[in-house]
């Protein structure tokens, strides 16, 4: 039954590589001789940096050179102590209390204490201010300042996974002086207590960082760290070949094995907590229904993605979260079958398929446009015709994060997404894509998924510190999404960076981010 599918996508594997020849030929980045300079070409443009605001990774990789957090989710996934040195929670659960680094101080020279954590978190959950970063901590109730260098967030409930939620984007804390003096502006004028410092941010071009001459850790060691977005594969790793640049993320699986045996290239891959799925608008017909949903998840062999697109740098979901993170429960697959799959079209009223629309980012971590062009095929011979839309990556955020009327006005059918799992755990990741309360644009469930058993199972979840009572939950939770298929579940992914082999020192995180702390070239 694979034979046609695959046959289908080496037509449009060809037809791919003469675009991509194409766009190699076009493309001429400016080179750059300072052997002092870090030049890191990314897949996605930087959107804004501050964090309160910045969900997209682009923004991400810069801001984790200018910022910290409290605590930081480490390379092996475990939780590290990064702006705090300590942290504790009272016997109700409600309280935790972080213990802060002392001597610390912003890139402007602003003291780091508790009162500087507490300015950040207020604007931060604002409801006037309607910060995107917002919704993650929707279950801290305030902010106070116990001492100066003890700060203490007060939940509305108990929230088991609350220290591996301030691991999150939003918690990358602001300088208040800087976000005092610039206002509206201060996304153009970033400070935080990182090693790094802003310099400059030209857009769709490249942002520019400095060393921290006062770090704490010991000022970095190059001279600039250079953002370059590139959206075209191939023309990011003629940079990497030419050293135009010395770091390059998301190298293609060909590329890849090319690149292995290149004496002046070292490929690194990074377990990744990521994913990639392509969630359907339940609240839209034909979506609604849940035959229609499961079939399309019968309809699409994910296997030809990962072993003939992705050549094995991927894998099939095999859950609604990646089989990395904690509180994972594998479910039986959706195997191949594009027969079961109009069967159950037929019996949903769709025996002649339908027509919908395929939103795709037009880059990101992991993101190969011959993926969605291999599902459209797939889903055509099911009936199914699907018109890709692809957008920007600012473009593609401001689009999904509407609400459900927005939703509808704008034509939003299906959207390949990526799913992050930044706090490394299963619970809080169910909850911001799957839960009612976290409907677009409050958290990541943006194609509006309403179920109230799992939002209870979930509830109870996130309020469970009994590691065995809380996996139980969870499974149960993942097992009834699984089944409700509001999503077709696509692949789990590595994270394939091309680095310059006299480029020491990178440190890699879980969360598919780089650290340019102690890079030498």
């Not at 409801?127 to 100066?148: E, H, I, L, N, Q």
């Given at each position: 039954m694979r034979m046609p599918t695959k046959n289908i996508w080496t037509i449009c594997k060809a037809l791919l590589v003469l675009v991509a020849a194409s766009a190699m030929v076009a493309y001429a980045p400016e080179a750059s001789a300072d052997s002092g300079r870090i030049v890191y070409a990314i897949d996605v443009d930087i959107s804004n940096l501050d964090t309160v605001n910045s969900i997209d990774p682009g923004s991400a990789a810069v801001n984790q050179q200018i910022y910290e957090p409290l605590v930081r989710m480490s390379s092996t996934g475990d939780i590290e102590a990064a702006l705090a040195e300590s942290w504790s929670v009272s016997s109700d659960n409600l309280t935790w209390s972080f213990n802060l680094k002392k001597g610390?101080?912003?890139?402007?020279?602003?003291?780091?204490?508790?009162?500087?954590?507490?300015?950040?978190?207020?604007?931060?959950?604002?409801?006037?201010?309607?910060?995107?970063?917002?919704?993650?901590?929707?279950?801290?109730?305030?902010?106070?300042?116990?001492?100066?260098?003890?700060?203490?967030?007060?939940?509305?409930e108990p929230y088991a996974p609350f220290l591996a939620v301030m691991t999150d984007l939003g918690g990358l804390i602001c300088s208040p002086t800087?976000?005092?003096?610039?206002?509206?502006?201060?996304?153009?004028?970033?400070?935080?207590?990182?090693?790094?410092?802003?310099?400059?941010?030209?857009?769709?071009?490249?942002?520019?960082?400095?060393?921290?001459?006062?770090?704490?850790?010991?000022k970095p060691k190059i001279s600039e760290l250079v953002f370059k977005p590139v959206s075209e594969p191939s023309a990011r790793v003629i940079m990497l070949e030419t050293g135009q640049a010395d770091v390059a993320n998301s190298i293609m699986p060909d590329e890849m094995k090319r690149l292995e045996r290149s004496k002046d290239i070292t490929i690194n891959k990074v377990s990744v907590l990521r994913g990639w799925f392509i969630g359907l608008n339940v609240l839209e017909k034909p979506f609604d229904d849940v035959r229609v949903r499961r079939a399309l998840n019968y309809a699409v062999d994910v296997s030809v993605i990962t072993d003939e697109i992705l050549r094995g740098t991927a894998k099939p979901l095999t859950a609604p979260v990646n089989s990395k993170v904690w509180g994972y429960a594998g479910q039986p697959d959706y195997e191949y079958d594009p027969a079961k799959a109009k069967k159950l079209l037929a019996e949903a009223g769709y025996a002649k398929g339908f027509e919908a629309n395929l939103w795709v980012p037009a880059s990101g971590a992991g993101f190969m446009p011959e993926v969605p062009q291999a599902i459209q095929a797939m889903l055509a011979e099911v009936g199914v015709k699907v018109k890709i839309i692809p957008f920007e990556m600012s473009a593609f955020i401001d689009n999904i994060i509407k609400d459900p009327a927005e939703s509808k006005k704008s034509g939003k059918h299906m959207v390949m997404m990526g799913i992050g799992a930044r706090t490394g755990e299963a619970a809080t990741i169910m909850d911001e894509f799957f839960s009612t309360g976290s409907w677009a644009p409050v958290k990541y469930n943006r194609c509006f998924y309403s179920n109230k058993t799992v939002d209870g199972l979930l509830a109870k979840a996130l309020q469970t510190f009994d590691q065995t009572k809380q996996r139980a939950l969870l499974a149960e939770a993942q097992e009834m999404v699984w089944n409700d298929a509001p999503w077709i579940f696509l692949y789990e992914m590595m994270g394939i960076y091309g680095v310059r082999s006299n480029v020491k020192g990178l440190q890699w995180l879980a969360s598919n981010y780089i650290l340019f702390n102690t890079v030498q070239k």
């Open positions: 610390v101080k912003f890139q402007d020279g602003t003291a780091f204490d508790a009162a500087a954590v507490k300015a950040h978190f207020d604007r931060l959950l604002d409801p006037k201010k309607a910060a995107r970063a917002r919704g993650a901590f929707a279950m801290v109730k305030k902010v106070d300042v116990a001492s100066t260098y003890t700060v203490k967030f007060t939940l509305t800087a976000v005092k003096k610039w206002g509206d502006d201060y996304p153009f004028h970033p400070v935080g207590t990182g090693p790094w410092m802003f310099k400059e941010w030209m857009a769709a071009d490249h942002t520019t960082l400095t060393p921290n001459p006062n770090y704490r850790g010991g």
